[in-house]
């Protein structure tokens, strides 16, 4: 559960994972938000278009057809694993679904059979059409796999999710049967290996743990439980509105490692966070990064895992 990523965050979450992305005309403000809300989000779901030809596949998502306005989704991959980005808010992706299968994805459990199209899905999912008849026969590049595969990595990885997150549209709306080709179990296996490892397009590994926030928990209160900083909290996470935090919302709680440091005679945690983070108080984050029991207890020659500057 999460307030959707900024449009600019988005497109960098994507680029970061290595994807090669085309923008399409104004899809940054392309989007049926004016039918309803987009948010909070909950997960990543994937479709398959019944249509061939790529230029062609681009444009009816995004500017739908007759019965069902455009756009149909946040971004197209295409057979040659190019994300096309169509539209960023609302879209009309994931129509009324189970929400037994929306309390599963939130819970990052076990999907149930969907059975009830008793929920909006479009407020809660981004969406993601990919390039295929969906006749069983088309088949699926390994390009196109490996884009859907880093897509839903990289949105998962931004909202500190795991590969629960990710559903295919078959899994949330009776009588759908898409994606299909490949089974949704095998993705998100691919998608959590993905997220265990390092992304492809950043340096250093990703690291960092998740906190999912309780009732009455402020940002306060969990860097103070967790050795880091509200402004920490607030950077890692994208956070808006940093007075607004939803019971469930999952906050990473550091931003991951990007470099070591060794450590030299005469560093303390304060010295090494003002020197190569920018502000001393970030001692915590370091603190916390390392698990180090004992702040003061550092020793020269030491390799100190550092955040995100
Ligand atoms: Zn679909």
Known sequence: MATPLSVNAFVKALKAEGLTVVEVGDWRTHNRNSKGPWGPVHGVMIHHTVTKGSAHTVDICRKGYSGLPGPLCHGVITKDGTVHLVGYGR??????????????????????????????????????????????????????????????????????????????????????????????????????????????????????????????????????AHGTTVPALVDTNGLEDPGRLDVGQKLKLSGGTVSTYTVARGDTLWSIAASKLGDGNRWREIAALNKLADADAITSGQKLKLPKK
């Open 91 to 224: 879209a009309n992706h994931a129509g009324s679904g189970d929400d037994d299968a929306l309390r599963a994805v939130i819970g990052e459990r076990a999907l149930p059979v969907d059975n009830e199209a008793n929920t909006d899905g479009n407020r809660y999912f981004y969406g993601f059409e990919c390039e295929n008849l969906g006749d069983g026969k088309d088949p699926w590049p390994a390009a196109q796999l490996l884009a859907i595969e880093k897509v839903a990595a990289a949105i998962c990885r931004e909202h500190g999710w795991n590969e629960r997150s990710t559903i295919g549209h078959l899994e949330w709306q009776p009588g759908k049967v898409d994606p299909r080709g490949f089974t949704m179990a095998s993705m998100r296996a691919r998608i959590a290996k993905r997220l265990g490892a390092e992304p492809s397009g950043r340096t250093g590994p990703s690291g960092g743990t998740t906190y999912t926030v309780k009732k009455g928990d402020t940002l306060w209160s969990i860097a103070r």
